[in-house]
């Protein structure tokens, strides 16, 4: 037997393909699924069942054209209703796989179809379980994503709480808990850096299984401070529940190279979105005017659902050179499938045609805090509200990133703006956002808060609230 979890970083997702005898599943997998394809050519198995643990929300599942690509059987827990083939697995019905077997455990709470999967070995002995979102390393889904309304997130929540303590906390505590995410994902607030842990250590640590919690107070505790979800959660549940185009064709229509004429024609209409992809020092130097970055280098994905919001919206790419199928890959991993294609030659063959070239005004963050000590200054900070709350520069104003269109407004500010995040990659992002809307005046603070704590200021020009843990980008 073996178990090799695929974790993906940039999505803070977990899949994983586990084989045995000579065949194999896969649970969870990503929307790009040769490299399960390969594994098990490698390994010389057959792909025999493809496990969802529910429709997720903040990612497109790979699982229908896995599926279509192997044979193999696609499986969801009850209530999952789809638009393509599936088995919904009974509760506690088991699945045979080589010399173990695989037991589905129906954990509705996260969403009425969310299940989790018991692996145990040759012998009968119950080693992992594969908890999806209904048990993260130190949290608990939330109850606010399913793809249904008639269900409120408090009744949810209450059933997440009948699961948990029914069906997760009676089992052994050796058991290997293996979840959907870790942290980074937006679909729990306190999920931990580690990917996997033992059910013990869980029952031990995690703030949602204590034993002395009420079903009132789990889901008081639960709900208390859940960020509203990104808009294209949705989008990729219903994707994941009713289906999606094969993801071959996707990458074939983005991968497109874009001559100059072609790409002048196209990005004359306001609707198409022009997304540069590198760097964000590249693009503080010089980029197209217009354009909005969110590069490679961060959480891509997450931050394109988050900004962009419609999945639907036509996107123009402006990549590394070699980078291009890498972006259209990771675009369509939240769903966002429209890519028309990207510039040939990329900046480089933008300016050296004579096109106009835009770039950032920048400001070190030693240089930024000797301006801040003798004079008062515009700032805006656009790190989470949790972030900000437990440590900022006073008098700075904040707007995090994900809200920045909506609430751009409360930028009344004429005079210089000096823009900062945690480490320089959403502060260049929300100038972008920014610029194209028609604020101007902006200086990006290049390597954000986390350097400007390491500068000589005084303690007494900072405000803290209370210690939460950061992003540090």
Known sequence: MKIEQIYT???????????????????????????????????????KYVFETHFHADFVSGHIDLARNTGAKIVFGPNANTDYPVHNAKDSEVFKVGEISIKAIHTPGHTPESTCYLLADENSKNKAIFTGDTLFIGDVGRPDLATSSDISSEDLAGILFDSLRNKILPLDDDIIVYP??????????????????TLGMQKKTNYALRKSMSKEEFISELLDGMPVPPKYFRDNAMMNKLGYNPFEDVIKKGNKALEIDEFKNLIINPDIILLDVRHQKDFIRKHIPN?????????????????????????????????????????????????????????????KEGNIISSIKTIKSKNFVDIL?????????????????????????????????????????????????????????????????????????????????????????????????????
């Open 180 to 197: 959907a995410h870790g942290a980074g994902s937006s679909c729990g607030k306190n999920l931990s850096t580690e990917t996997f842990s």
């Open 291 to 351: 354009s909005i970055f969110i590069g490679l280098n961060g959480s891509f994905a997450p931050w394109v659902g988050s900004i962009i919001q419609d999945i639907n919206k036509k996107i123009i790419l402006i990549t590394p050179e070699g980078k291009e199928s890498e972006a259209i890959t990771r675009l369509s991993r939240v769903g966002f499938d429209n890519c028309l294609g990207y510039l040939k030659g990329g900046v480089k063959k933008w300016e």
């Open 9 to 47: 970083g940039c999505l803070s997702q977990g899949s994983y393909y586990i084989t045995s005898g000579n065949e194999a599943i896969i649970i969870d997998p990503l929307r790009e699924t040769q490299q399960y394809i390969e594994k098990a050519k490698k390994d010389n198995v057959k792909i």
């Open 373 to 473: 000590k003798l004079n008062k200054i515009n700032i805006l900070d656009v790190r989470k509200e949790s972030e900000y709350s437990s440590k900022h520069i006073e008098g700075a104003f904040n707007i995090p990133l994900s809200t920045i269109s909506e609430k751009s407004d409360q930028i009344k500010f004429e005079d210089e703006i000096y823009v900062h995040c945690a480490g320089g990659y959403r502060s260049v992002i929300a100038i972008s956002i920014l610029r194209k809307m028609g604020y101007g005046n902006m200086i990006n603070i290049t390597e954000g808060f986390n350097e400007i704590l390491k500068c000589d200021l005084n303690e007494n020009c900072y405000n803290s609230e209370h210690n939460v843990s950061c992003d540090n980008t």
